[in-house]
């Protein structure tokens, strides 16, 4: 499955921003979804995962509770929605599709496939 990343911009600390990974494939229902990020000068982070079901979703401390992943496996894509933006959620953002256990969600070297990522940007 192939995968393409969208969505990204600028927005001002405390709006919100929707973000799309479009992906390719007959067999996207079967694969477990993630989105990490990637801010200047730091490693790669998770940030949100979404079962292979859409049932179950994890999301790291740092986002919880304002950041919200989701899957339309009809129309190949997951969403991440992003209110209450601060400007240390300034990263590229990427998406990251698999097919390990949910219990190797966090892990992003567990995912196969990956798009090429949408900078998101929040000034404060």
């Known amino acids: 499955v192939q995968l393409q990343a969208s969505g990204g911009g600028l927005v001002q600390a405390g709006g919100s921003l929707r973000i799309s990974c479009a992906a390719s494939?007959?067999?996207?229902?079967?694969?477990?979804v993630g989105w990490f990020r990637q801010a200047p000068g730091k490693d790669r982070e998770f940030v949100a995962a979404d079962s292979r079901s859409g049932g179950i979703t994890d999301y790291s401390d740092s986002v919880q509770g304002r950041f919200t992943i989701s899957r339309d496996n009809a129309k190949n894509t997951v969403y991440l929605q992003m209110n209450s933006l601060k400007p240390e959620d300034t990263a590229i953002y990427y998406c990251?599709?698999?097919?390990?256990?949910?219990?190797?969600?966090?892990?992003?070297?567990?995912?196969?496939?990956w798009g090429q990522g949408t900078l998101v940007t929040v000034s404060s």
């Open positions: 494939g007959r067999t996207f229902s079967t694969y477990g």
């Open positions: 990251a599709a698999g097919r390990k256990s949910w219990a190797v969600r966090r892990r992003e070297d567990e995912y196969t496939n």
